[in-house]
């Protein structure tokens, strides 16, 4: 039991008061009601008694719960709503789920990105649900004329059982919105949980079986029209002159013209990443004369020349050069070698590394490359808007209403209270929507068309514009004395465009002697983050390194993690140790056990790995065997620890997920470049995993706890590189050392 404030500091988190025709209105200070369009789970109520934005009760005991935050497929549409009906006491059977749109005044954090929805909403959810259940109680007992300590609330339902008195929310709904929000609510001990921890189904889930309209490509309206851009075929080149007279001619097109998707009269915000700032719009009235039409298009491209632009980058002015110039992954390959091998920043360093490598009787020293990767998301990127005088409306998928509400608003010139954007379900996010130039784009196309209008992205146009995962470097050193004890660690790491490192996650705090540089180099590629930034190449690197120490010094990979660990728990090392060591050791302990890791099958080959990100822990075995003369993922073991689990079975989802896309990546993706020109446009040369080279099996556990849940869109993503590579090891023989795997060497058969 936890007693939380409904107030933060002067401001009312929770407020009190009655709508005009009666009911019930709660409010909460980052959640806004929108119209109601649910799944018959009873009959509908007769009147509703709305709650502002989250909560809407029907004199019959119906309530719809508003999920605030962008759904990619992370399940929060479901794993929110169950938050706040855990504290509430409403049976889940009597709960219907809608979509809240955006609203920048009340609503806190409605974005989705960086594994934090569910973390950061935690306690404000649970508060929510609290009062809420509190007003209706206090309602109940004035009612009836008793204690409200005599009252209690059961799957909707409120009781006084010393007089047997038993009635729905929706009964005292209306009398609690005259009542004042209380000082604190109590919350729930997690041992009282009845929803929180158990599995829920998919609140869209019949939706999206049944193919019912629920992305950005399914939104329509009336008079709609459709664009598609076209932007240079190379970064590092712009738009000279086009030639649109023969796609003018063809049917159904409306209009072809030049838009600059932002002006030098701004800065630009963090999330408006675009190589291509000049392209060219056809419009017309259907996808497939659009597509045609736009092949008739003719272009003129020349050179950019080297700009410098300036970034509101959260709250703080910088200013970001872009280099000219036509570049080539052989060229990015040669850099990034080369860099490495020289001093660069130190980031961290304790104790006197430098001197210890000195006396070392035997130095490992590995490099580990991985090349720049696209999201491809299965939904292009698409939005809808309707941009007239007096509003802006714009419909579709996008990781950050709020913060692409403002470059709409700076691009448009119109303030923030006449844009209304709302949020579709998402096909794939990965950090791609987080970046919304097409949502600013479908605003600047719709106020020149004066019509409402539908931007959709080719596959070819999406792969090709951008927003990659960087290419990253990693030097690993290792410094062993006389007995293979490990005595020294560098790390050294970079990339084009940024660097990868973290510095003060493990082994950092295990080790007396530790040093951490790191460098980047600039490009005219657009990069932005990719889920778990810079983890999903750094964890993969790391984890590898270790194994090869572990073996270099006649231990067994576990257990020299294990050792490492102790050491960090018992005597760490450092103040600024990101990780808390004891759980990452729960974690390698669960798995090993889970895993039965000293079992003995000559014809299984074990890899393992483990890290810690975005505030939680994760460590897999993978077991492979070879068939056929192929290396085959027979089953892979997961142990998370990222505290209470909400859902698990959309918790196991997402850690299945991420190992099947971790694998892939680190097996088969790479966007290469010639002369600027990405070298893989669609999914006939840019290779994914199939669906036989996923594992077979993933066992998934996580760690009992009663800490409030941290992330896990992210977390199961970066280990599982490491182990594949490592159960490669044993397979074949061979250590890999540069993604993608299946270019690094060849594999067995």
């Not at 993690?561 to 140790?577: F, H, S």
């Not at 859902?647 to 892939?664: H, K, M, Q, S, Y």
Request: proline fraction near 5%; glycine fraction near 8%; charged fraction near 25%.
């Amino acid at each position: 039991m936890k007693v939380v404030k409904t107030r933060i500091g002067r401001r009312s988190f929770i407020k009190s008061s009655l709508l005009s025709g009666g009911g019930m209105m709660l409010g909460f200070n980052w959640l806004m009601s929108c119209d109601m369009n649910p799944e018959k789970v009873k009959a509908l109520p007769k009147e509703w008694f709305e709650i502002n934005g989250f909560l809407k009760i029907g004199e019959n005991g119906l309530v719809t719960i508003m999920s605030p935050n962008p759904e990619i497929g992370q399940n929060v549409k479901t794993s929110m709503p169950m938050i706040v009906a855990e504290e509430l006491d409403v049976d889940w059977n009597d709960v219907l789920v809608e979509q809240a749109p955006l609203n920048t005044g009340i609503f806190k954090r409605q974005l989705a990105g960086g594994s934090q929805s569910i973390r950061q909403g935690w306690e404000s959810l649970r508060t929510a649900g609290a009062t809420a259940k509190s007003l209706l109680i206090q309602a109940a007992a004035e009612t009836w004329g008793v204690p409200v300590n005599e009252i209690t609330a059961v799957k909707g339902q409120l009781l006084h059982n010393k007089s047997g008195k038993k009635v729905g929310f929706g009964a005292m709904a209306s009398r609690a919105a005259q009542l004042e929000v209380p000082e604190e609510v109590v919350l729930k001990d997690p041992t009282d949980f009845t929803i929180i921890g158990t599995s829920r189904k998919n609140v869209d889930g019949s939706k999206i079986v049944t193919g019912k309209p629920l992305f950005g490509l399914d939104y329509k309206a009336d008079h709609m029209l459709i664009a598609m851009l076209e932007h240079p075929p190379a970064f590092g080149m712009q738009l000279k002159s086009f030639d649109a007279s023969e796609t003018l001619k063809m049917p159904g097109i409306k209009k072809v013209f030049k838009m600059e998707k932002h002006l030098d009269e701004y800065s630009l915000g963090g999330l408006d990443v675009d190589a291509f700032n000049e392209v060219v719009v056809v419009v017309g009235n259907s996808t497939w004369e659009v597509l045609q039409a736009k092949k008739t298009l003719k272009c003129e491209w020349e050179l950019a020349s080297e700009k410098s632009k300036e970034i509101d980058s959260w709250g703080s002015k910088i200013t970001v050069k872009t280099p000219a110039g036509l570049e080539s992954s052989e060229k990015h390959y040669e850099i990034l070698n080369a860099i490495s091998k020289r001093k660069a920043k130190v980031v961290r360093e304790d104790g006197d590394p430098d001197s210890m490598f000195k006396k070392a009787a035997k130095i490992i020293e590995r490099s580990y490359t991985c090349p720049f990767l696209a999201h491809n998301t299965l939904e292009p990127m698409n939005f809808f808007a309707d941009v007239t005088e007096e509003k802006a409306v714009l419909v579709g998928p996008i990781q950050t209403p709020e913060i692409m509400e403002k470059s709409v608003s700076k691009r448009l010139g119109m303030p923030l209270e006449k844009i209304d954007i709302q949020m579709t379900r998402m096909g794939g996010g990965f950090g791609r929507r987080l970046y919304g130039h097409f949502l600013t784009e479908a605003a600047v196309i719709s106020k020149e068309m004066k019509q409402p209008v539908k931007l959709i992205y080719t596959r070819e146009d999406d792969m090709t514009q951008g927003t990659y995962r960087p290419s990253y470097h990693a030097l690993y050193r290792a410094a062993l004395d006389e007995d293979n004890n490990l005595i020294a660690f560098h790390v050294r790491a970079g990339g084009i465009p940024e660097s990868p490192l973290a510095a003060n996650r493990f082994p950092a705090g295990a080790l007396t002697h530790y040093k951490a540089e790191e460098w980047s180099q600039p490009s005219n590629i657009t990069v932005g983050a990719f889920r778990a930034p810079r983890s999903n190449f750094i964890a993969g690197a790391e984890q590898s390194f270790l194994d090869e120490v572990a073996e270099a010094a006649g231990k067994d990979p576990i257990d020299f993690r294990l050792e490492l660990l102790e050491r960090a728990q018992k005597n760490p090392v450092g103040e600024n140790n990101d990780y808390e060591a004891s759980r990452y050791a729960g974690v390698l302990k669960l798995v090993k056990e889970k895993a039965q890791w000293n079992s003995k099958d000559p014809n299984v080959y074990r890899g393992t790995a483990a890290y810690f990100c975005h505030n939680s822990y994760v460590a897999n075995v993978l077991d492979m065997v070879i068939e056929k003369g192929k290396p085959i993922v027979q089953k892979v073991y997961c142990a998370i620890d990222c505290g209470i689990v909400v859902n698990p079975d959309a918790a196991t989802n997402l850690a299945e997920g991420g190992v099947v896309d971790g694998i892939g990546h680190a097996m088969y993706s790479a966007i290469t470049f010639k002369d600027g020109a990405p070298e893989q446009n669609n999914f006939d040369n840019y290779r994914l995993i199939r669906h036989d080279e996923a594992p077979k099996e993933i066992e998934v556990h996580f760690v009992q706890s009663d800490i409030h849940p941290t992330g896990l869109g992210e977390p199961p993503f970066p280990p599982i590189m490491g182990a594949m590579a490592n159960a490669l090891y044993r397979a074949t023989g061979q250590r890999y050392y540069n993604q993608p795997f299946i270019t690094d060497k060849a594999l067995i058969g």
